[in-house]
């Protein structure tokens, strides 16, 4: 393990992801939104915000997952990732989070809710420190991992980043 990346999982008490990598959450919004008659929207009540510190190492991955809510990613410090996503309608688009922003690379981006993504660290002997904030607030009902089966039959097209990610 990087030494600065095992300094900083212990100094925020980061823990296991199940996506993959190390997280904590940091915040989470006293508000509360209430489903609208629509529940297939939000089933329950949601907080307005959540934020959580994240964690991935080098050559570690975020398996392909999605959730109900746009997720905004804010790049704090190590290595520069790359955010896979296949959108609803099946376009896979590479976004880049990161410090160097005359090579494509944004300190904040933003997954479209419904979106499955996952995640690749830019530098194997590295790592990544992003913050995650998710409105309305995240909730691990609205979390769901992919299944690489599922995805591959959706999703044929992108057979091999599916493979690499899960």
Known sequence: MNQQAKAIINHLNLEQHPEGGYYKEVY???GVINPDSDETVYPSSRNFST?????????????FHRIRSDETWHYYTGSSATIHIIHPDSL???RYLGPELSRGQSYQLTIPGRSWFGVTVDDPDSFMLAGCTVAPGFDFKDFEMGDPY???QAFP???AIIDRLN
């Open 92 to 94: 896979y688009e590479a």
């Open 51 to 63: 934020s959580i510190y994240y964690m991935l190492e080098g050559l570690d991955t975020s398996s």
């Open 28 to 30: 989470r919004s006293e």
């Open 150 to 152: 599922q995805l591959k």
């Open 157 to 159: 097209e992108h057979k």
